[in-house]
């Protein structure tokens, strides 16, 4: 089974800018393009930079949430700010929550590797403790070595 730990975390906030994803739950190849379609678009034209400004710290989370029976997808800050128009407050549960660490060559990779681990691996595997819903998270926390590292975060409960 993959490494992975299980840490218990205060409630957090995140703050997200956000995209519907079109794409069936089955076909990860085309939910992966819609997200890095977004991320690049919300980097090009400036709109997580000035999110980056909101940021209580260096992190940037790429959230995943079903709201309305409709797949979300959020770049994200850890903020203490309120939302502004077209963002979106992401409020995480205190509670235990699986933690995935990794790296990868770009952004997308370490988002793709750790949603692989995690859910293809882990979760599946996994007999003392359940996802049962809510938001999760990729989280970018910095570079180092030419590679950008991270960890994923899904709440869980235990059987």
């Known amino acids: 089974m993959?490494?992975?730990t299980l840490k218990e975390k205060d409630s957090f906030t995140v703050l997200g800018?956000?995209?519907e994803l079109k794409s069936d739950y089955t076909d990860y190849a085309g939910i992966n393009k819609e997200k890095s379609d977004f991320w690049q678009?919300?980097?090009q034209?400036?709109?997580l930079d000035t999110l980056k400004t909101?940021?209580?710290?260096?992190?940037?989370?790429?959230?995943?949430?079903?709201?309305?029976?409709?797949?979300?997808?959020y770049a994200g800050v850890m903020t203490e700010a309120s939302a502004s128009e077209g963002d979106r407050i992401i409020q995480f549960p205190k509670g235990e929550y699986l933690v995935v660490k990794g790296e990868g060559k770009t952004a997308d990779e370490l988002h793709n590797t750790l949603a692989g681990i995690a859910f293809g691996q882990v979760l599946s595997e996994a007999t003392n403790f359940a996802y049962v819903g809510g938001p999760n998270a990729t989280v970018e926390m910095g570079q180092r070595n030419g590679l950008v590292f991270g960890e994923m975060w899904i709440p869980v409960v235990r059987k």
Request: glycine content about 6%; proline content about 0%; charged content about 20%.
């Open 2 to 4: 993959a490494d992975y």
């Open 17 to 19: 800018l956000g995209t």
């Open 41 to 43: 678009a919300v980097s």
């Open 45 to 47: 034209d400036g709109r």
């Open 54 to 73: 909101k940021a209580i710290n260096d992190y940037v989370f790429a959230v995943n949430e079903a709201v309305n029976n409709k797949m979300m997808h």
